[in-house]
């Protein structure tokens, strides 16, 4: 009997709906080629358009609604000029990362062929590795507040919060993934010589997990001397842990070292599968040039890849990733502006389509 995937699919704002039809093109095609189905259901809100029908960017239920699926495929949300930023991201986006508890944001780090990296002399293989970031605590808190505000007295505090459940359970998840990787090294990004409490706790609890995982080699690094490794040793990374707010610079500044923003993608993960992840590109809705067909879709779809990775069908996850090796190394017009071709959206989307069928 073929296994069916049940997916929710949010295209959101701005480009988002002009790779998300890329992207589901893809599974299709992925479905197909690998022996699965896919039942994808569409909603139309986390978007502008739903904001300014309903004021909210969710309807009530969406919790109930939205629980039962195996993920959400995700586009992108925000468009300035009708809703202010932070009302479309926590009204939306934040509210599937924290209600369906995905403590993990997952995001590859890798240089694919065809694609020039920022940092001179760097080829495909020499960047390659995961960025694994605390979702839920950390440093990102409500705990704190303001205090005799206006006056010369005026005092802000916000405390960052390390649970044992919170540090452990990232932790274990990025040992996990080490263990499953060829090099099987872990590094973990620190800052316990100047943060003296919540740093040195998450040192500990980091050594306390190594010692569980005999096989993977573990190493930390402060988070200023991280940050400068990323870019003169990119070589030397395979798994990088590290808390929310380290991880939120960590996660950008990986990426940025891969070339461009349209093509990479993330997970926000639920490893314990209580509530469904949620899978996205790394990029927004792009307003400078939404509604021109000419945003790159790898991003969306390379995201495709992860989710399918995270339902199980890791064969259709390589063949999705090896097509957009293949696209990407043959270069040419397919390829969009982003990338110096003279390829659309879904001429670019149609091309990698039609080579996971070819896998
Ligand atoms: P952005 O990622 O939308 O765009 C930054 C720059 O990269 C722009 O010049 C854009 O044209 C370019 N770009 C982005 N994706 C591209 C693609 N697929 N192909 C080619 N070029 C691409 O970030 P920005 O401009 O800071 O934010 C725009 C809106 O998106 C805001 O409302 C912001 O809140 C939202 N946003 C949403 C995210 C999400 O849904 N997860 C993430 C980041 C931003
Ligand atoms: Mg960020």
């Keep these: 009997m073929t296994n069916t995937h049940r997916i929710a699919v949010i295209a959101g704002d701005g480009i988002g709906k002009e790779v998300m039809p890329e992207g589901l093109r893809s599974l299709r095609a992925a479905a197909d080629r690998y022996?699965?189905?896919?039942?994808?259901?569409?909603?139309?809100?986390?978007?502008?358009?739903?904001?300014?029908?309903?004021g909210q960017m969710l309807p009530d239920g969406w919790f109930e609604e939205l629980r039962g699926f195996d993920a959400i495929f995700f586009g992108?949300?925000?468009?300035?000029?009708v809703v202010p930023d932070h009302v479309s991201l926590w009204g939306?986006?934040?509210?599937f990362r924290r209600s369906f508890d995905q403590y993990v944001n997952l995001r590859p780090v890798r240089l694919l062929p065809g694609i020039t990296s920022p940092l001179a002399g760097r080829k495909p293989g020499d960047v390659d590795f995961y960025v694994v970031r605390?979702?839920?605590?950390?440093?990102?808190?409500?705990?704190?507040?303001r205090m005799f505000e206006g006056t010369d007295r005026e005092t802000v505090i916000q405390d960052t919060v390390m649970t044992r459940t919170g540090v452990d359970r990232i932790l274990r998840y990025a040992f996990d993934l080490a263990q499953k990787r060829e090099k099987k090294h872990l590094t973990s990004a620190t800052k316990s010589n100047g943060i003296s409490i919540t740093m040195p706790y998450w040192d500990e609890r980091v050594e306390a997990?190594?010692?569980?995982?005999?096989?993977?080699?573990?190493?930390?690094?402060?988070?200023?001397?991280?940050?400068?490794?990323?870019?003169?040793?990119?070589?030397?990374?395979?798994?990088?842990?590290a808390s929310n707010l380290f991880g939120d610079i960590l996660s950008d500044l990986g990426p940025a070292c891969t070339g461009t923003i349209g093509v990479a993608p993330s997970g926000n993960i639920n490893p314990d599968r209580t509530f469904p992840s949620l899978f996205e590109p790394v990029h927004g809705s792009a307003p400078d040039i939404a509604g021109q067909g000419i945003a790159n879709p790898v991003g969306q779809i390379w995201s495709a890849s992860m989710m399918l990775e995270h339902l199980g069908e890791a064969d259709a996850a390589a063949g999705i990733l090896s097509a957009i090796e293949s696209v990407l190394a043959a270069g040419g017009d397919a390829l969009t502006r982003d990338l110096g071709g003279t390829g659309t959206t879904s001429s670019l989307g149609a091309t990698i389509a039609a080579a996971i069928a070819d896998r």
């Design 76 to 81: 992108a949300v925000g468009w300035p000029d």
């Design 209 to 241: 997990m190594a010692a569980q995982y005999d096989g993977v080699r573990t190493d930390k690094f402060h988070i200023d001397i991280l940050c400068a490794n990323f870019v003169l040793h990119p070589d030397w990374f395979d798994v990088v842990v």
């Design 134 to 145: 605390e979702n839920t605590e950390g440093e990102y808190s409500s705990v704190g507040g």
């Design 92 to 95: 939306s986006l934040l509210q």
């Design 35 to 54: 022996g699965f189905a896919v039942d994808a259901v569409e909603f139309d809100y986390a978007s502008a358009e739903y904001y300014l029908q309903h």
